[in-house]
Nanobody, 128 residues
Framework: QVTLVESGGELVQAGDSLRLSCVAS????????MGWFRQAPGMEREFVAS????????AYADSVKGRFTISRDNDKNTLYLQMDSLKPEDTAVYYC?????????????????????WGQGTQVSVSS
């Protein structure tokens, strides 16, 4: 199995920046697509960003494009999400996920059902 542990979530003000981290263990991190998803109260868990195994072809939700940057360091088994110009609507629990299959498609890299392993989540709160 794989264990994913997120960190970095805090209470911040609108316009501030945060960087989230996700450390993986128990599996070959560098062989898998990784992604960030978020879930606000009363809402479904939604796609935020994903990245291929060698750091290629990052994908973003329209709501965060231009403000968030996903990256990974395979030597450290760590995934990152740099969040700039934060807005109150970014408030959510942020989850790190590992794409289950070594094969992928344009659809699967944005679909939570394709990510078979999850961390416990880290809370990001943005005040107005």
């Amino acid at each position: 199995q794989v264990t994913l542990v997120e960190s970095g979530g805090e209470l911040v003000q609108a316009g501030d920046s945060l960087r989230l981290s996700c450390v993986a263990s128990g599996r070959s991190f560098s062989s898998h697509i990784m992604g960030w998803f978020r879930q606000a109260p009363g809402m479904e868990r939604e796609f935020v960003a994903s990245i291929l195994k060698n750091g290629q072809s990052p994908a973003y939700a329209d709501s965060v494009k231009g403000r968030f940057t996903i990256s990974r360091d395979n030597d450290k088994n760590t995934l990152y999400l740099q969040m700039d110009s934060l807005k109150p609507e970014d408030t959510a629990v942020y989850y790190c996920g590992m794409h289950q299959s070594l094969s992928y498609s344009l659809r699967s890299v944005r679909s939570r059902s394709a990510f078979g392993y999850w961390g416990q989540g880290t809370q990001v709160s943005v005040s107005s």
